[in-house]
């Protein structure tokens, strides 16, 4: 089983809103990545957490905040965000060998649209 | 930085064979992968490429030159439902596996 699962599948927000995006893996990956990813572009990178910790932010602006509370879970916590914030917000999950490189899988993606 | 180019559109047959070429300029590499897009989808994994060479996979095929900075993703005997986006992606290590993708290749099959 290589299954992501995101929720919700659609989030529309205003710019005073707080909101939670939630990535679950139950494939005992220890590695989990949240991307954006805009109309006709490619995913990129926003974070990455390896055995809980967060190991890379890509300069992320603050008003986007990751959480990953164990080891099967990540959560993207959103306020104030902007209109051009609005993308599909993408989470994966590899197993995690240090510097050997793992397939990524990913979930289905959360379409955010923010007001 | 990184660079990383593909083709913007591709069009091909039904049936026919189609490769997708893939450069890259990257500070560091720790290998290749390629990723199938569907508009509004995940996108799924394909192939994945560490070391010089083609790697087999059905009816994908992938390779990579590390001295020239290409790869390569080789589709046979096309099916309409392979239409989609095709995504190259290099992994760097920086405290992190870091995958970049490059632009992405916009595949059309026809009948």
């Known amino acids: 089983d290589t299954e992501v699962t995101q929720t919700p599948k659609h989030l529309v927000m205003g710019m005073t809103n707080k909101k939670s995006l939630k990535c679950e893996q139950h494939m005992g990956h220890r590695a989990m990545y949240w991307y954006k990813q805009k109309a006709k572009k490619p995913p990129e990178l926003m974070f990455v957490y390896s055995y809980e910790k967060l190991s890379i932010n890509e300069s992320v602006p603050s008003r986007f905040s990751p959480e990953c509370p164990n080891s099967s879970l990540l959560n993207l916590h959103l306020h104030a965000l902007q209109p051009e914030d609005s993308a599909l917000y993408l989470c994966a999950s590899s197993q995690e060998r240090g510097r050997v490189p793992d397939t990524q899988y990913f979930g289905p993606g959360t379409r955010l649209t923010v007001l | 930085g990184q660079n990383i180019d593909q083709p913007t559109e591709m069009t091909a047959t039904e049936g026919a064979i189609v490769q997708i070429n893939c450069t890259y300029q990257?500070?560091?590499?720790?290998?290749l992968f390629w990723y199938q897009q569907h508009a509004g989808e995940a996108p799924t994994f394909l192939s994945y490429?560490?070391l010089d060479g083609l790697e087999e996979k059905g009816r994908f095929s992938s390779f990579l030159s590390r001295s020239k900075g290409y790869s390569y993703l080789l589709l046979k005997e096309l099916q309409m439902k392979d239409s989609a986006s095709y995504l190259c992606a290099v992994i760097v290590w920086g405290g992190g596996n870091k995958l970049t993708f490059g632009t992405g290749t916009q595949l059309k099959v026809e009948l």
């Open positions: 990257t500070s560091g590499f720790n290998g």
């Open positions: 490429n560490v």
